[in-house]
C-alpha cells in the first residue's frame, strides 16, 4: 500500500496551520468549522438521537437516589417544585410532548443529566432560544452536594443567584455548542438570539457574561467588558480564561497574566485563528504566567507555529528553561532566516538575552 504524504503546514498571517490544527479551531460567524463538537452538535440537529443520548446518561444516578428522597425534606420551599418535577421525569422513557425550564435546570442541577445531553437536546426539542435562556438559569443553581458533601443526609437543589460558583459541571460543552450553532445560524435567527442574549446578560454575574460573550463569538465589546469585569474581581471563575478566543489582544494578554489559569491547546488556536503572528504576546504572557513546564511546553509548541521574528524574539528568555530550550532551538532552526533576523540584533546588543541569543545563532 502506498504510504500517505504528510501534507505541508500552510502558512496563514504568520502561522504554519495543518490539518489538524484547523480542527481544533473554535467557530465564529464566517469562520465555521464543521469537526468542532461534531458529534453534540449532530445531536442538536437530531431530536431522537439527542433524546436516546440524554436517557442514557439519565440512567446513571441509581446510586444517589436515597439520597434524593432525604435530600426532599430539606430542599427549600423556593426549590421543591423544581426537584420533584425533575425526579418524576427522570426514568421517561417516551419523548417529552413540552418541556418544563424548571425541571430541565433541576435535572442539571442534581446532576441526573449533564450540560453536554441537555443542551443539544434542549436544542433539537425546543430551539436555541430555550436553550440559551435555560443554560444561563443553569449557572444559578447547584447540587447541595458541592456545599454539603453527597451522602444519607440528603442532596437538595440549591439557588444560587449570583451564578458565581464553579455551576454547573460541564457548562462549557453547552455553550460550545450554542457557539457552533450560533456561528451558522442565519442572520435573522442570529439577530433575535443576540436580542435574547442582551437582555439575559444585563444583569448577569460575570461568569455568565463571559460565556455569553464566548458563544457569540464576534462581539467584541461583550467580550471587553466581561473581561474587564473578571479581571477586576478578586476570585473570577476559571472559565473567565476563554474570554482569551473573543477578547482583544491587549486583554488577552492580561487575561494570560493570571498565574491561576493555564489556557487549552484549543483555545489558543482559537486565538491564531482570529489573530495570526498578532497574538504573540499573548503567548508571552502565558509562558511568563505558566505554572509548570508542562504548561510551558505546550504554549512553545504553539508560540512554535508562528513563522515571524515576534514569535522568535519572545522564545529568547526561555532559552535556559529545560522545557521550552528544545522547542525554539528546532524552531530557529525550521525558519533560520527568520531567527538570524531576530535574533541578531540582539545578540550584538548588551542586553538581557545577549549570550542566549548569539548561543543560538551559531547552530543554526
Known sequence: MKKKTKEAPV???GVAWTAEMRD??????GHPNPAFRKDYVERSCDLVAAFAERRQYMDYDEHMRPWFRAGLKRVPVGERAMMEGALAIRDETTMPTKLDPD?????VALEIQHVFTAVPFWIAKEGLEMALRTLVRCHAYHSSGHDEGYGDHGVWVVHAPDGAGSYPEYAESGW???????ATADDATYASMREVAEELGANAPTVVRAFLAIAFATERDWADEAAEAALAEEH?????????TVASLELGA????NERWAFEEGEILTLLAREGGAAVPVLGAALSAAGNNDERKRYAKLLARIETEDAARAFVPWMANKAVSPIATSYFKRVPEVARRALSPIAKSNGPGARAAAIALKSL
Open 103 to 107: 425541571v430541565e435546570v433541576a435535572l
Open 11 to 13: 502558512l496563514d498571517r
Open 176 to 182: 460550545e455548542v450554542l457557539r457552533a450553532r450560533l
Open 254 to 257: 492580561r487575561l494570560a497574566r
Open 236 to 244: 473570577p471563575s476559571a472559565w473567565c480564561k476563554r474570554l482569551v
Open 24 to 29: 481544533e479551531v473554535w467557530p465564529w460567524r
